[in-house]
Nanobody
Framework: QVQLVESGGGLVQAGGSLRLSCAAS????????MGWYRQAPGKQRELVTL???????VYADSVEGRFTISRDNARNTVYLQMNSLKVEDTAVYYC????????????WGQGSQVTVSS
């Protein structure tokens, strides 16, 4: 009943920027936390950043100062602005949200490939 649809992935050169978007649709009553995870080849999925419904944010040390998370509650959308991209940022990025649909549950986007070339 709930879908998270991502957009904005692609190929960029090191030092460039990308913005990812993730919009929730379907039947639900509310969204609390929204965030972004990533998984690089041969590595575990890791938390990149998250934002609460009140706008509080946390960032992984590896991206703090370069990435910015934001959300538009009216559009049920979360964004990830990625600046000063590094080759090490290459990964599949997944959005994630805690959604109330009778009960609280975790939902995931389909994944967006971000490739940073040297």
């Amino acid at each position: 009943q709930v879908q998270l649809v991502e957009s904005g992935g692609g190929l960029v050169q090191a030092g460039g920027s990308l913005r990812l978007s993730c919009a929730a649709s379907g039947r639900f009553f509310g969204i609390n936390r929204m965030g972004w995870y990533r998984q690089a080849p041969g590595k575990q999925r890791e938390l990149v950043t998250l934002i609460t419904s009140g706008g509080n944010t946390v960032y992984a040390d590896s991206v703090e100062g370069r990435f910015t998370i934001s959300r538009d509650n009216a559009r049920n959308t979360v964004y990830l602005q990625m600046n000063s991209l590094k080759v090490e940022d290459t990964a599949v990025y997944y959005c994630n949200a805690d959604v109330y649909n009778g009960t609280w549950g975790v939902y995931w986007g389909q994944g967006s490939q971000v490739t940073v070339s040297s």
